[in-house]
């Protein structure tokens, strides 16, 4: 069993930038693939970034790619969204998320959730 925590979210003006931490406890985190998803009101879960175990590898939705980074560092269970040139459209609640094995944009294959962090951008 995995518990993960979302902090970070908050309200910022369109341009600005903000960072959300996801803290993991429970199985070895080094084991997980872990990504970020939100979810706009009215709209569906969507993939934001992934990172593989070893973070030799990250994945971008095309809507954040070169304003959004993904991290995490395993010797603190952490993992790390960076958003910086924050839009409107980006305003959500986001999500942390941890699955065994390889990355995948599928929100589905994904087995622990965290309970979300609301993140809004003002115009």
């Known amino acids: 069993q995995v518990q993960l925590v979302e902090s970070g979210g908050g309200l910022v003006q369109a341009g600005g930038s903000l960072g959300l931490s996801c803290a993991a406890s429970?199985?070895?985190?080094?084991?997980?693939?872990m990504a970020w998803f939100r979810q706009a009101p009215g709209k569906e879960r969507e993939f934001v970034a992934a990172?593989?175990?070893?973070?030799?590898?990250?994945y971008y939705a095309d809507s954040v790619k070169g304003r959004f980074t993904i991290s995490r560092d395993n010797a603190k269970n952490t993992v790390y969204l960076q958003m910086n040139s924050l839009k409107p459209e980006d305003t959500a609640v986001y999500y942390c998320?941890?699955?065994?094995?390889?990355?995948?944009?599928?929100?589905?294959?994904?087995?622990?959730w965290g309970q979300g962090t609301q993140v809004t951008v003002s115009s």
């Open positions: 998320a941890a699955r065994w094995g390889s990355v995948t944009r599928k929100s589905d294959e994904y087995d622990y």
């Open positions: 429970g199985r070895t985190f080094t084991s997980y693939a």
């Open positions: 990172i593989r175990w070893n973070a030799g590898s990250t």
